[in-house]
């Protein structure tokens, strides 16, 4: 079955970056785009962007360009989101999503000094 | 970017109610609406696709519609195992959009 496992929790200072991943298992990873989510307050959800495992395509949301970096390694079915420049307000859960379909356990970035 | 104005904000209701929460599209998303559950610590769980379709092992007490910009999820007979935030997702034009979510408990 479709699994997406994403890696853990972190615990990062202002300023830094943070890099998370998303393995995919039970079907071609390459043949579906990936989007991350991040989810604020417990509630509210806001897409950041999409990459197209094939090609490296990708599509952000205005928001997020400069903010986050989307990658994916072929090889192992992985695929990455790194945050930069980080604030109180990326501060958050982030999902990874196979084509909204079938979604990740989440990463919990706090985002403290 | 195509605002997603989703109404009640949060809601309770008696086990065996039927409940209906609404999502207003800001401009014409044709039927590229879903909805999802989501259980406390929990990802999001896709119910409702197409703005119609069931997904999968969904249970059949659940149903999409929509009217032009109103699209809806209705719950019927309504059960503990259905509290959860309910959310409504665009995904006919970038920036791809959510609703603010439903907070559904039971009394």
């Known amino acids: 079955q479709v699994k997406l496992l994403q890696s853990g929790a972190a615990l990062v200072k202002p300023g830094a970056s943070v890099k998370m991943s998303c393995k995919a298992s039970?079907?071609?990873?390459?043949?579906?785009?990936v989007s991350w989510v991040k989810q604020s307050h417990g509630k509210s959800l806001e897409w950041i962007g999409e990459?197209?495992?094939?090609?490296?395509?990708?599509n952000f949301n205005e928001k997020f360009k400069g903010k986050a970096t989307l990658t994916v390694d072929k090889s192992t079915s992985t695929a990455y989101m790194e945050l930069s420049r980080l604030t109180s307000e990326d501060s958050a859960i982030y999902y990874c999503t196979m084509a909204f379909d079938y979604w990740g356990q989440g990463v919990m970035v706090t985002v403290s000094s | 970017d195509i605002q997603m104005t989703q109404s009640p904000s949060s809601m309770s209701a008696s086990l065996g109610d039927t409940v209906t929460i609404t999502c207003l599209a800001s401009?014409?998303?044709?039927?590229?609406l879903s909805w999802y559950q989501q259980k406390p610590g929990k990802s999001p769980k896709l119910m409702i696709y197409g703005a119609t379709n069931l997904e999968d092992g969904v249970p059949s007490r659940f149903s999409g519609s929509r009217s032009g910009s109103d699209y809806s999820l209705t719950i019927n007979s309504l059960g503990y195992d259905d509290e959860g935030i309910y959310h409504c997702?665009?995904?006919?034009?970038?920036?791809?959009?959510f609703g603010a979510g439903t907070k559904l408990e039971l009394k």
């Open positions: 997702h665009q995904y006919y034009e970038y920036p791809y959009t």
């Open positions: 990459i197209y495992p094939n090609s490296g395509a990708t």
């Open positions: 401009q014409d998303i044709g039927n590229y």
């Open positions: 039970g079907y071609t990873f390459t043949d579906y785009w």
